[in-house]
């Protein structure tokens, strides 16, 4: 069992930036390989893939509404994923889930394993 637990979200002018950090605890990075996501669940909407990365880092994607304001990283080593977001917009706004999917590359459709319990996003104008 791998149980994921996000930070580093808030309240951020528009225009300005967060990191979010999901932290993994059961199982070492090192040696099993997750597919790792962030989601995002705006009020009274349903929750949106934003963007994914392969066991290794070697591979990334992103949701179109985030691709070059958003940047998916992780540390193997810290049993780690990351969330730079930039140039964030009121839009953006929603809790932000981590999720973890058992394998080493990214698949068309995400099926996830394992979620985290979310961070807030507040993005005022």
């Known amino acids: 069992q791998v149980q994921l637990v996000e930070s580093g979200g808030g309240l951020v002018q528009a225009g300005g930036s967060l990191r979010l950090s999901c932290a993994a605890s059961?199982?070492?990075?090192?040696?099993?390989?997750?597919?790792m996501y962030w989601f995002r669940q705006a009020p009274g909407k349903e929750r949106e893939f934003v963007a994914a990365i392969s066991w290794n880092g070697g591979s990334t994607r992103y949701a179109d509404s985030v691709k070059g304001r958003f940047t998916i990283s992780r540390d193997n080593a810290k049993n780690t994923v990351y969330l730079q977001m930039n140039s964030l917009k009121p839009d953006d706004t929603a809790v932000y889930y981590c999720?973890?999917?058992?394998?080493?590359?990214?698949?068309?459709?995400?099926?996830?394993?394992?979620w985290g319990r979310g961070t807030q996003v507040t993005v005022s104008s």
């Open positions: 059961g199982r070492s990075f090192m040696h099993y390989a997750y597919v």
């Open positions: 999720a973890g999917e058992t394998g080493m590359n990214i698949r068309p459709t995400p099926r996830p394993d394992y």
